[in-house]
């Protein structure tokens, strides 16, 4: 096993949350180890690939002074501009709601958000994983050539959904499997899809969540859905629901021939707002370990290259003079918590009508291209928004419409 090896800080995962945490730190001089499962880092791709422009991020979580730095996407990972998203009801009517966005080629973003982490200094390992926490300040990592243990002085757990450093560490709110939304995207190359529109469908083709299009381009597009397993249809698998969506949408609806699969994935994803504990002493938790994803449109990488970075402010202010690492919980929740609590909250309110097509076309047309403008944007609606209870009053009016 040899001699155990020593870091400042050691990363568990090289995502967006991830790199850009490890980027922060060893650009001030701390040894860094940044541990990634995969033996490529971004590959295979777990991701829509969708992202709001900076100006639109600004609107969407106001309270973040880093937008502009941190969210500035260079060109050369970008595959499509978009400038709609377009709501569809389970009947077919259209909601087109403006908003800039790009699509990413995730796999290249991740490989140059880990290469900035290098080139600041950190150490990368790919091909290992997390096995266990051996003592406070030690754990244990797995990998082809066998195991080692390393040590650090601070753990970051940005390992997705199901981190294990959450359930490693006492003090860490780990996620259940059923916190969690279930996904499946194909990246399918065909002709005809409209490259400026994103689309997102609601009802029973996706129960308790929705299927999307997300263009990369006029040939080329990221078609999968999320749902929660309580709403599903028992034993009816998640790929059956993908193909009668593939069928029923880009077949029969939209006239798309010569479909052909580049790729297929599937993952978690986390829906129910942040985690409740995201730090301890010596260990926190970044991106989706931390449950930092917009809940009403499952974007996770604004909120990952944000959390990132506070996290490594905080974690450089924790090694150079001892302040509290618990100052992380207090930035990010200043920063984008309240829109993730209110999409949390708006998804829950949601979840009432979602359980029938017939309440979903209600609501949909009930709230208008107005009111699912803000519900998207993890905004509470217009008029509502003036309200002392504004959630609790539409959870009322909805229960007393299905009464």
Same mark, same amino acid.
Not at 217 to 223: L, R, Y
């Given at each position: ?20 945490? =490890?980027? #922060? ?6 040894? @860094?180890?940044?541990? %990634?499962?995969?033996?490529?880092? +971004? ?12 100006? %639109? ?111 490693? #560490?006492? +003090? ?14 194909? @990246?399918?190359?065909?002709t005809g899809f409209d490259s400026d529109r994103v689309f ?9 969540? !929705? ?29 059956? !629901? ?32 942040? #985690? ?16 930092? #994803? ?16 506070? =996290?490594?402010? =905080? ?28 999409? =949390? ?22 709230? +208008? ?19 002392? @209870? ?5 959870? +009322? ?7």
């Open positions: 096993m040899g001699d155990i090896q020593r870091y400042d800080v050691i990363i568990i995962g090289a995502g967006p949350a991830g790199s850009s945490t =490890a980027r #922060v730190i060893a650009r001030r001089g701390y040894r @860094t180890l940044l541990v %990634e499962r995969k033996s490529r880092v +971004g590959i295979p791709v777990l991701c829509g690939e969708f992202l709001p422009t900076v100006e %639109e991020l600004r609107d969407i979580l106001p309270h973040s002074s880093r937008i502009d730095r941190i969210c500035n996407i260079s060109n050369s990972v970008v595959l499509n501009r978009c400038n709609h998203i377009v709501l569809v009801s389970p009947s077919g009517d259209e909601f087109d709601i403006p908003m800039r966005a790009i699509v990413i080629d995730r796999a290249a973003f991740d490989q140059h958000l880990a290469e900035q982490a290098l080139k600041a200094g950190a150490i990368l390992l790919t091909g290992t994983k997390l096995k266990d926490r051996v003592s406070k300040n030690q754990v244990r990592l797995i990998s082809g050539s066998g195991t080692r243990i390393v040590e650090c002085a601070v753990l970051v757990g940005a390992d997705g959904p199901l981190s294990t450093v959450a359930r490693c #560490v006492p +003090g860490l709110s780990q996620q259940e499997t059923n916190d969690l939304s279930i996904s499946i995207q194909y @990246t399918i190359e065909a997102m469908f609601f009802g029973n083709i996706a129960p308790g969540g !929705y299927a999307w299009i997300i263009p990369r381009g006029h040939t080329e597009a990221n078609v999968g859905l999320g749902l929660r397993p309580s709403y599903a249809t028992p034993r009816r698998s998640l790929r059956n !629901y993908l193909h009668s969506f593939i069928h029923h949408y880009l077949i029969e609806k939209l006239g798309i021939r010569n479909i052909r699969i580049k790729r297929r994935i599937s993952g978690f994803i986390p829906v129910n707002g942040p #985690v409740q504990s995201t730090v301890t002493a010596t260990a926190l938790l970044v991106g989706d370990a931390a449950s930092h #994803v917009m809940p009403t449109n499952g974007g996770g990488i604004p909120t990952a290259l944000i959390g990132g970075n506070i =996290a490594g402010k =905080a974690i450089v202010d924790y090694l150079k003079s001892g302040s509290k690492l618990s100052n992380y919980e207090e930035m990010w929740r200043r920063e984008f918590g309240n829109e993730l609590i209110t999409g =949390a909250s708006l998804l829950s309110v949601a979840s009432i009508p979602m359980l029938s097509d017939a309440v979903t076309e209600w609501a949909m047309r009930c709230f +208008g291209r107005r009111m699912l403008n803000d519900v998207i944007r993890c905004r509470v609606p217009y008029p509502f928004q003036e309200l002392s @209870t504004p959630l609790n009053l539409m959870t +009322g009016q909805l229960h007393r419409f299905l009464r």
